[in-house]
């Protein structure tokens, strides 16, 4: 079974609705991400968690929501979607236990949304 | 904005090594260099990072100039399945978060 899991793997939805992407782990992970992506473009960061307690704004929070309902779970909510916000978005994982320079992060499958 | 520039494509024969550059003049003292891949829209996979000793793993090598101010990823005999979009990053070692730019996108041939 995959480590970082996300649903829904593909959505479609219109204008104005309210969404909400999951994202659960299995890696006994503290840190969780979510990243999204455009066509030809890198990964911009949009929300992070340290812990359960701790939520952090990324590059383009605008729009967005998370909760942090456990440590396993991280979900992405948009409360009303826009059509520029159709994208790929990804969830990722990392262990700042594993050391001070080492913390890699690990990412699940995406889930491409298109708003229409 | 990102921190590092890279070549927007690359191709590469398979077998080759393929060298990948980036430039991170930038860069600060207390800043890993890492390397991310992504394989045709999944999710990126971590490669290998350094600080300013060039390093090795199963994957890649990871060459830093002396003065921090470049360095290259190295895949010593690139396959098919080396076709992706490669990440260089620079990033604190405690925390710091990954801030991606656009990366290159290596084609290799057969």
């Known amino acids: 079974d995959a480590d970082v899991t996300q649903t829904p793997r593909n959505r479609i939805t219109k204008t104005g609705k309210r969404i909400m992407l999951e994202c659960s782990q299995t890696?006994?992970?503290?840190?969780m991400y979510w990243y999204r992506q455009d066509p030809g473009l890198g990964l911009r960061l949009i929300y992070y968690?340290?812990?359960?307690?701790?939520?952090n704004k990324g590059e383009i929070s605008d729009g967005y929501s998370v909760s942090r309902q456990a440590q396993a779970k991280f979900s992405l909510s948009l409360e009303s979607a826009i059509p520029n916000q159709t994208a790929l978005y990804f969830c990722?994982?990392?262990?700042?236990?594993?050391?001070?320079?080492?913390?890699?992060?690990?990412f699940g499958p995406g889930t491409r949304l298109t708003v229409l | 904005d990102a921190k590092t520039t890279q070549p927007p494509s690359m191709d590469c024969a398979e077998g080759r090594a393929a060298n990948l550059p980036c430039n991170h003049s930038?860069?600060?003292?207390?800043?890993?260099v890492y390397w991310y891949r992504q394989i045709h829209s999944q999710g990126p996979q971590y490669i290998i990072h350094?600080?300013?000793n060039n390093e090795t793993n199963e994957m890649a090598s990871l060459i830093i100039t002396e003065d921090r101010k470049s360095s290259t990823l190295i895949l010593p005999h690139a396959t098919l399945r080396d076709t992706a979009v490669y990440y260089c990053?620079?990033?604190?070692?405690?925390?710091?978060?990954?801030?991606f730019g656009q990366g290159t996108e290596l084609s290799v041939k057969p």
């Open positions: 990053i620079v990033r604190e070692g405690q925390g710091g978060k990954l801030i």
């Open positions: 968690s340290f812990d359960v307690k701790d939520i």
């Open positions: 990722a994982t990392s262990d700042p236990l594993a050391g001070l320079s080492y913390n890699e992060q690990f």
């Open positions: 930038t860069i600060s003292g207390n800043e890993y």
């Open positions: 350094g600080l300013k």
């Open positions: 890696k006994g992970h503290d840190r």
